[in-house]
């Protein structure tokens, strides 16, 4: 077995008890990818939120990343999807207030501890790693 197969597989078993219900070694499409990626659970989006920010990878290590988001409504039903590619470290968008009850997110798994999911219209993460205060 290959040694970067074998720090993925570690990598992964050291992080699932820390975060409960992220899918690891792969994106929110389920497709397997050649990078180390996370799929994180559904990430409550509050009603009245019309910007997201989400802070996924150093850049100073990674270079630029194609973030994937997914929406879905208050059954969990998939409602929208979004792509961009050629993103540093942050990408900011605007959503409708209301349309969405729940994200998705691919993240990078080498840097899951920094990265986070934050509603910039309450000032309020939805999701941080564990050494984002």
Same mark, same amino acid.
């Given at each position: 077995? &290959? &040694? =970067?197969?074998?720090?993925?597989?570690?990598?992964?078993?050291?992080?699932? *008890? =820390?975060? =409960?219900?992220?899918?690891?070694?792969?994106?929110?499409?389920? +497709?397997?990818?050649?990078?180390?990626?996370?799929?994180? %659970?559904?990430?409550?989006? %509050?009603?009245?939120?019309?910007?997201?920010?989400?802070?996924? &990878?150093?850049?100073? $290590?990674?270079?630029?990343?194609? @973030?994937?988001?997914?929406?879905?409504?208050? $059954? /969990? +039903?998939?409602?929208?999807? @979004?792509? +961009?590619? $050629?993103?540093? &470290? *942050?990408?900011?968008?605007?959503?409708?207030?209301?349309?969405?009850?729940?994200?998705?997110?691919?993240?990078?798994? *080498?840097?899951?501890? =920094?990265?986070?999911? /934050?509603?910039?219209? $309450?000032?309020?993460?939805?999701?941080?790693? /564990?050494?984002?205060?």
């Amino acid at each position: 077995m &290959s &040694s =970067e197969i074998m720090r993925r597989r570690a990598q992964y078993q050291a992080k699932l *008890d =820390e975060y =409960e219900g992220f899918v690891f070694g792969v994106g929110v499409s389920a +497709q397997i990818m050649e990078r180390c990626l996370v799929a994180t %659970p559904y990430i409550d989006v %509050p009603s009245d939120c019309t910007s997201i920010t989400i802070h996924f &990878s150093d850049t100073a $290590n990674k270079g630029l990343y194609s @973030v994937r988001q997914q929406f879905f409504n208050a $059954n /969990k +039903q998939w409602v929208s999807y @979004v792509a +961009q590619t $050629n993103v540093a &470290s *942050d990408y900011t968008f605007t959503i409708t207030a209301g349309r969405y009850a729940y994200i998705r997110v691919t993240l990078d798994c *080498d840097y899951l501890d =920094e990265a986070y999911i /934050k509603d910039n219209t $309450n000032n309020t993460y939805l999701w941080k790693g /564990k050494n984002v205060v």
